[in-house]
Structures are given as structure tokens and as C-alpha cells.
């Protein structure tokens, strides 16, 4: 039977990365002895307070269709917390709730992108936005953050892939794979860039309470960037709350109404409990991320040291997120190959970050979101595997 064209643009590389990940999930559940490196879900409880009120509210009947665009109370939380943080005025209409940050980018890009319009997205970048953007029929026009500059953007070769065509610039800060988190300058310079061109800026800043060195700045503070920004967040990984699917877009008003009529095609609204939750994660239990930032960064100091005892093993240190890139071109020509034969012979998986964009081929991403001890064993076995190589 015939399909719609729309399988070939949710399929791809980006959408086949995470086949080692199935693997070695399998094999946990199965009780083996494996070491799950290839995903970044915190291994963190929700704190219990965020979990209370959420049950609190199931008992008391908070199980019926709640508002399409989120309750205005979490809309307006969410609207003063990103402006006490980034100094942006905004409002409850600017706020939009939606199933997690892969709903609003999802959503973001029908409403904004067209058939037959081009969407710069800078690479390396998360596997999902290839079939995320490219879902309405426009085309995805990937731009390398290089490796040899530390995967930070070049300003020279985004200028060079505008056209006539380009609608909109998808950025990451912090960045997943990479962990770079973007400078004033380099915001500077995609903002001028935006507003010369009369472009959209689609900013996924999900990692914003993840970052050890460095400044979370939003490229909707830049002079003249609020009215052409949609900014993309979610709980998932500053309250660990990865499936709760807590997420927002924050956008010009005019872009409410059309959210809107999405969303009661799509999704109908987040549930009410949720929503609460979420509330209570912004208010109350917003510090919370503070203590698991720290863990993560002694995390990262942890996985850094202790690879660093491999020979021809270049880690690039992160300045943010929950995962390390590290540069394995020395022992095979791409991650896939790489993290399918350490899988083999550790048991211990990592993911390609060859499928975040071609900037990366030869890289892969690990996540250290398990405990100390079974990060110190994760890398000793990488370690050694890659001493039995040498």
C-alpha cells in the first residue's frame, strides 16, 4: 500500500542513531551487565516535593481537560521566571505549554516553515530536529560548527547558506552534543544576521540550568531579536523530569493563535496535574537544579580525568549539558563502528555523534548521567579497550 512522502522526512540518519542505545537497553533489562552511556536521561528522582503536589492534585480530581494553551498560572510562571532570568518583557500570551521541548520545536516548525522554504540549523545537533524540521516540507540546511574550532559557530559559513529561501536559523546554547555554550558575540553576530535578512531564530535553550563555565545569554535579549525568537524549553533536565513532558515555547503574541489551533488538532493540552507539577517545579522547587548541576559537573571532571589515561583519545570538555565528545578517528573512521565494537567487547555503549551532523563524523557522545562508580568502571573499560587496540 501506497504511503505519504511525509515517512521519508521523519526517517534518516539522525532517526537511526539510537539502534546501539535499543541494544543496550535490551540487554539491561535483561539483567547483562552493561553500562548505558548513550542516552541523557538523569538518573535523578524527581524531587519529592514536584511528585507531592502532582499526587496531591490526581486525589483531588485534577484528571479533566485543562486549558489548550496551559493553565494562565504556569503560563504566567514561566513568563516571569524567563524574564527575571534573561530580562525579556513577557507576558502570559507569549507563553505556550506543550508536551516537552520535542513537541514545541515539532510544533514551532509547521507553523513557521513551509513547503519548499530552507531552515539553516547548526550542526552538531540533536538527531531529532533533521525529521522535526523538515516535517512540514521544508528543506534542513545543516552548517557546521567545525570540529577543529571547538564545534562553535562560524559566522562566515551561516552567511554563506542564506538565500532567497532561508525562512529561519535553528540554534542550540548549550549544545547537545557539544556541551558549547554560545557567546554574546557569537549571538551578536546570528542576531545581525537575522534581522538583515528578516529571518526567524528558532532557539532550543533546554541545558540553560546545566552549564559549569560560562553565561547562558538568550538571543531574545539582543536589541531587536523578541519579535523574530521563539525559545524552546522544558523540567526535563534542570528538574529531572524527562517524562513528565513538561515543556513551553515562549514567542511574539502573534504566534498564539496559531499554536492554538495546533495544538486541539494535536495534543489538547497538557494534564492539568502535570501542569501543576510544573508550577511547583518554577516556584518553589526552583533551586533544585542547582544541586544536581554540581553533581554533573563533578561528573564531567570525573569522565575527563579518567579518559584522559587513554592515548590518542582528544575529549573536548563541556561547558554545559550532561554529556562529553570524544574524538576516536584514531582507532576507527566512524563513531558507528566504534561504539558497535566497544558495545561488543564492554558492554559498555556510547551514541555516534556522527548522526548530530557530518561536523562530528568520526566523534561519539557520552553521557554521565549514572553514578560516580559506575562512570569511574564505564571508562576504565573504554580505557582498556582501547589499550588492547593500541
Not at 556541551?179 to 537575522?194: D, H, K, N, P, Q
Request: charged residues 25%; hydrophobic residues 40%; aromatic residues 8%.
Amino acid at each position: 500500500m501506497k504511503l505519504s512522502k511525509l515517512v521519508d522526512r521523519i526517517s534518516g540518519e539522525g532517526a537511526e542513531a539510537w539502534d546501539i542505545h535499543v541494544k543496550a537497553q535490551r540487554a539491561a533489562d535483561e539483567g547483562k551487565d552493561v553500562i548505558v552511556l548513550s542516552v541523557g536521561d538523569p538518573d535523578f528522582p524527581t524531587p519529592s516535593p514536584i511528585i507531592d503536589r502532582a499526587v496531591t492534585c490526581l486525589k483531588g480530581g485534577d484528571t479533566h481537560y485543562a486549558s489548550v494553551p496551559g493553565r494562565d498560572t504556569l503560563r504566567q510562571t514561566i513568563a516571569r521566571d524567563f524574564e527575571q532570568r534573561t530580562g525579556v518583557k513577557t507576558e502570559r500570551d507569549n507563553v505556550f505549554v506543550f508536551a516537552g521541548t520535542q513537541n514545541a520545536l515539532f510544533s514551532t516548525s509547521l507553523i513557521l516553515l513551509d513547503h519548499g522554504d530552507e531552515v539553516i540549523a547548526l550542526e552538531p545537533m540533536y538527531v531529532s530536529y533533521e525529521a522535526c524540521l523538515q516535517i512540514g516540507g521544508a528543506t534542513l540546511i545543516p552548517v557546521a560548527q567545525p570540529a577543529d574550532n571547538g564545534f562553535r559557530p562560524d559566522i562566515n559559513l551561516i552567511k554563506a547558506a542564506v538565500t532567497k529561501r532561508t525562512r529561519a536559523i535553528v540554534i542550540t546554547t548549550p549544545n547537545n552534543p557539544t556541551g558549547v555554550v554560545m557567546t554574546r558575540e557569537e549571538l551578536s553576530a546570528i542576531a545581525t544576521l537575522a534581522i538583515e535578512h528578516d529571518l526567524w531564530v528558532i532557539s532550543d535553550e533546554v541545558y540553560t540550568d546545566v552549564i559549569f563555565d560560562g553565561e547562558h545569554i538568550s538571543i531574545a535579549s539582543l536589541p531587536g531579536m523578541a519579535e523574530r525568537t521563539v525559545t524552546v524549553n522544558s523540567l526535563s533536565k534542570s528538574h529531572a523530569m524527562t517524562g513528565w513532558r513538561s515543556g513551553w515555547s515562549i514567542a511574539p503574541k502573534s504566534l498564539s493563535q496559531h499554536y492554538d489551533n495546533l495544538a486541539l488538532c494535536m495534543l489538547y493540552g497538557l494534564p492539568g496535574f502535570i501542569q501543576e507539577a510544573a508550577i511547583h517545579a518554577l516556584t518553589d522547587q526552583r533551586d533544585a537544579s542547582l544541586d544536581m548541576r554540581d553533581i554533573y559537573k563533578r561528573r564531567r571532571d570525573l569522565v575527563c580525568h579518567e579518559l584522559a589515561k587513554a592515548k590518542h583519545l582528544p575529549v573536548l570538555k563541556p561547558q554545559a549539558a550532561m554529556y562529553v565528545m570524544v574524538d576516536v578517528r584514531h582507532y576507527f573512521e566512524n563513531g558507528t563502528e566504534f561504539s558497535r565494537v566497544l558495545f561488543d567487547a564492554t558492554g559498555v555503549s556510547v551514541l555516534d555523534a556522527g548522526a548530530f551532523g557530518k561536523s562530528a563524523y568520526g566523534w561519539v557522545r557520552i553521557s554521565f548521567t549514572l553514578s560516580d562508580e559506575s562512570l569511574t568502571e564505564a571508562c576504565r573499560r573504554i580505557v582498556s579497550f582501547l589499550d588492547t587496540l593500541a
